[in-house]
């Protein structure tokens, strides 16, 4: 069961380097990720990480690290869906809340050189069959970690 094992993790590596892949050419067509954006990808390279490791030493603590991974990057899908959709709060560094204007003066207001450089949290940018991208990681992320979950049982079988 170890190369069953070993098989499944290159796939949950794969699936994140598919997001990762698929974010970067959204950014390259023009759609600028915001800063909840960022964050989800993060868990992704850890993910990646975690399979190269795990790919070498198919120790179960490496499987287990890229399960926890995918879990943390969909657990951030799924919250910035919440904020797209106002179910909860963002934060406050990037959603319209329009809390943040206080601290800034005239010449930061008026300034053109942040417009291209800032990105609400809370708008959707792109959707398709009305899931926005953050939906799309988190439905995509969860699935990952089913397959991070069937490779540490694929290992533990042995």
Request: one cysteine or more; charged letters at 10%; aromatic letters at 12%.
């Amino acid at each position: 069961m170890i190369a069953a094992s070993r098989k499944t993790v290159a796939v949950a590596a794969l699936g994140s380097a598919a997001l990762l892949v698929g974010a970067f050419i959204f950014q390259a067509l023009g759609y600028a990720p915001c800063q909840m954006c960022y964050w989800q990808r993060w868990p992704h390279g850890m993910a990646i990480a975690f399979a190269a490791v795990a790919l070498y030493d198919m120790g179960w603590v490496w499987i287990v690290g890229g399960g926890i991974s995918a879990a943390i990057t969909s657990a951030l899908g799924m919250f910035h869906v919440g904020v797209e959709n106002k179910w909860w709060d963002g934060p406050a560094s990037c959603t319209g809340g329009g809390n943040g204007l206080g601290n800034l003066s005239g010449n930061d207001l008026l300034s053109v050189d942040v417009i291209d450089k800032l990105v609400m949290c809370d708008e959707v940018s792109w959707a398709l069959f009305g899931i926005s991208m953050p939906g799309w990681n988190f439905v995509f992320s969860a699935l990952l970690v089913g397959l991070w979950g069937l490779a540490l049982r694929q290992h533990l079988r042995g």
